[in-house]
């Protein structure tokens, strides 16, 4: 259900798996979506080339087994553009989503060849049941019984602000790219939030022209870092085998100073240096226009060896989340998420530039300490936000919520999630998004057992698997999950 990167990676799993387990002159796969695209959501589907990939090409294959698969495809594509494309660039993530789509319909030729039925639904998909230990996707009136359901729906906007709804000049989600893009180019524009979201809409306002004062507001933590050139970094510290060791082999569980200590050695061993780490915590309210222009240089010089060491972590981050107690996790969240997410996801170089070009031209303005927007009048909106110790105002004709997803499924305005939570077939995840069984995705009921044969692979396992917001993880859960549905069904 959804055909978006974690649809388009599960159904590729499911027909390539499918050899493995004699099921091919067997199976049938349907793909629904509410709009009938692919690889049309939030990320993939933007159309402006502005919105690039966060993470360099190098690192996007959808195939784990065939690193080079992205780029290859790119150099096939784009070569008249320009010349071979680097494995370093940040491309348009619209080729992304046509690379996704290629691979899917490929594939899906494939399996025809070889017995295996791919159909597309064009239909949403608003309850999924039990039904004789199979399960029943329903589209509104239809049923469609199937053996497995595999639940790809993707992350959904918060409604953060809800006293704005309707409001003139208030666009709900930093997605909506196309009222982005309907904003008035000489008018004021306030942007909440601070993670690569803001960076989307802010690159998004530069590239259409706009010349009317922005300001980027956040609660607790200023623009991300940015980030370096490739370098490998072979992990000494964050490592299985250490990890397995502090945890005696998972019999029991990390506690976060234990997994936080280990990243610290790894830091300083790449860094070469002793960090000082109290001026890390503390850096998450420094003003950008004092950090951002030496970010820039440590970036372009290859000289933020941190950064390469928290990134070559990245395949390792939903294990340690696993082997880490649930307190170090609440702790976690709630004091070192947000200053984590600053240095980890950190933007790409050329996004960076950008934004310091509008900060230094004075069109750019970004405050940490934000507390409230209301409606003033007309058009106009007032925010607040405290820096020195004081209350400061401004106001601006639009403001675009870019504060991304909620963490909280009990407050999205999803008919499918409502539904499923309100029966009991999925339940809230204590540290966010849905429950499910880490190694398969199995979704986990309200009982605590997961008895329906339906899955979920995509952002709303946040809770469980950490970092979900990546090809990567998505990549390794659609593998995983076709794995443990193909193994029950055969
Ligand atoms: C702006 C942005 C940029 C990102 N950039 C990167 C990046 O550079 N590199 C990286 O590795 N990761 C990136 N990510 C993270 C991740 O790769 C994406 O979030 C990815 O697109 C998630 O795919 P998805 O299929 O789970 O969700 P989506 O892409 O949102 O797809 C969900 C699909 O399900 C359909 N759907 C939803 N509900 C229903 C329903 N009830 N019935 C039928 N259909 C339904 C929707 O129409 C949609 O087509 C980015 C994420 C975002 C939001």
């Not at 295996?116 to 509104?140: I, M, R, Y």
């Not at 951002?292 to 941190?306: F, S, V």
């Not at 390469?308 to 709630?334: C, E, I, Q």
Request: proline content about 4%; some cysteine; glycine content about 8%.
């Amino acid at each position: 259900m959804g055909s978006g990167a974690s649809g388009i990676l599960t159904t590729i799993q499911l027909i390539e798996q499918a050899g493995d387990v004699d099921i091919k002159g067997r199976l049938r796969i349907q793909v629904f979506d509410r709009d009938g695209d692919l690889a049309r959501g939030p990320a993939y589907g933007t159309l402006h080339d502005c919105h690039i990939l966060n993470m360099r090409a190098s690192t996007m294959s959808m195939y784990a087994d065939r690193p080079e698969h992205f780029c290859d495809w790119m150099n096939v594509q784009f070569r008249e553009d320009g010349g071979a494309v680097s494995g370093d660039a940040y491309v348009p993530r619209s080729r992304y989503g046509r690379y996704l789509r290629e691979q899917l319909l490929n594939a899906v030729e494939g399996a025809q060849r070889q017995g295996v039925e791919v159909e597309f639904v064009t239909a949403e998909v608003t309850d999924c049941l039990p039904g004789s230990g199979k399960a029943l996707v329903q589209c509104g009136d239809v049923m469609y019984p199937c053996d497995a359901a595999v639940l790809c729906s993707g992350d959904i906007a918060g409604n953060r602000f809800p006293q704005l709804t309707d409001t003139p000049g208030y666009i709900s989600s930093a997605w909506q790219y196309e009222a982005i893009a309907g904003i008035h180019q000489s008018r004021s524009v306030a942007v909440i939030g601070s993670s690569l979201t803001a960076v989307d809409v802010l690159v998004m306002l530069d590239a259409l022209g706009h010349r009317g004062e922005i300001h980027c507001v956040s609660r607790l933590r200023s623009l991300p870092k940015v980030q370096g050139p490739p370098s490998p970094w072979e992990l000494q510290y964050v490592t299985r085998e250490r990890v397995e060791k502090l945890t005696e082999h998972g019999t029991r569980q990390a506690a976060l100073a234990e997994i936080a200590a280990l990243y610290r050695q790894e830091v300083e061993l790449a860094t070469g240096t002793a960090v000082d780490w109290a001026a890390v915590l503390g850096s998450a309210h420094r003003p950008v226009a004092d950090t951002l222009p030496e970010d820039i240089r440590e970036a372009a010089e290859g000289r933020n060896r941190w950064y390469a060491a928290l990134d070559a972590t990245g395949h390792l981050a939903p294990y340690l989340w696993n082997r880490m107690d649930d307190s170090s996790k609440d702790v976690f969240l709630a004091r070192y998420a947000s200053l984590w997410a600053m240095y980890r996801h950190s933007m790409p170089l050329p996004n960076a530039e950008k934004i310091w070009r509008m900060v230094r031209e004075g069109q750019l303005h970004a405050h940490t300490g934000f507390r409230s927007v209301t409606r003033a009048s007309g058009r106009s909106h007032t925010l607040t936000y405290v820096a020195d110790g004081r209350e400061h105002e401004i106001t601006a004709d639009y403001v675009v919520n870019a504060t991304g997803a909620s963490p909280d499924i009990t407050e999205l305005d999803d008919p499918l999630i409502s539904n499923l939570l309100h029966a009991g077939r999925l339940r809230p995840h204590r540290h966010g998004g849905i429950d499910v069984d880490f190694a398969t995705g199995q979704v986990i009921g309200l009982d605590g057992t997961a008895s329906m044969p339906m899955y979920f692979v995509g952002p709303l396992t946040r809770g469980v698997h950490f970092y979900t917001h990546s090809v990567e993880t998505l990549r390794t859960n659609a593998a995983a999950t076709a794995r443990a549905l193909l193994r029950d069904l055969d």
